[in-house]
């Protein structure tokens, strides 16, 4: 499994005010999707295969 580097995380473009440190960060790996909160980014973090999350993204378009 691949590993994120602080490179690989990309911060919604809803970020909300300030700093962008208010939404969820999304890290697109080769095997799985990451995502952790933006506030506390060493804290959990969720994996789910990739074509969960593009599936999701489709249906809410």
């Known amino acids: 499994m691949s590993?994120?580097?602080p490179d690989t995380w990309q911060s919604s473009s809803f970020?909300?005010?300030g700093q962008g440190d208010a939404c969820v960060?999304?890290?697109d790996l080769e095997t799985h999707m990451a995502i952790r909160g933006s506030k506390a980014?060493?804290?959990a973090t969720l994996t789910f295969p990739p074509h969960l999350l593009h599936?999701?993204?489709e249906?809410?378009?």
């Open 41 to 43: 980014p060493a804290r």
């Open 3 to 5: 590993i994120p580097t």
């Open 59 to 61: 249906q809410q378009r």
């Open 15 to 17: 970020s909300g005010g």
């Open 55 to 57: 599936q999701s993204s």
């Open 25 to 27: 960060e999304v890290a």
